[in-house]
């Protein structure tokens, strides 16, 4: 995420000031085990910059930042083996692919 957010700012400051001093994050969650980033202005590279972190957050686990994958069942979340959680380890699933 932090990463994402240097390399949007940086992508932002390179817009025109009319258009810099409109632009703020809406919301930045997980939904679906991934990272979810809105923001109230889009270009090409703004929209590539926030696609790519989205990507990237289904094979990074939320609590270390070790490589993860999406496990879950009804609720979804990114995970590395040593976090994934109690019931997922004694009902594992099929991790789910993007």
């Known amino acids: 995420l932090l990463e994402a957010s240097i390399k949007l700012e940086n992508q932002i400051k390179q817009l025109p000031e009319e258009l810099r001093q409109d632009i703020v994050a809406?919301?930045?969650?997980?939904?679906?085990?991934?990272?979810?980033f809105y923001i109230s202005y889009y270009t090409e590279e703004l929209d590539e910059i926030i696609d790519d972190a989205?990507?990237?957050?289904?094979?990074?686990?939320?609590?270390?930042?070790?490589?993860?994958?999406?496990?879950?069942?009804?609720?979804?979340y990114c995970a590395c083996d040593e976090h994934t959680l109690d019931i997922d380890k004694q009902n594992p699933s099929k991790p789910v692919t993007s």
């Open 26 to 36: 809406g919301q930045v969650k997980e939904k679906y085990g991934t990272l979810r």
């Open 54 to 76: 989205e990507k990237k957050s289904a094979c990074v686990c939320e609590t270390c930042g070790n490589q993860g994958t999406i496990r879950g069942h009804s609720w979804l």
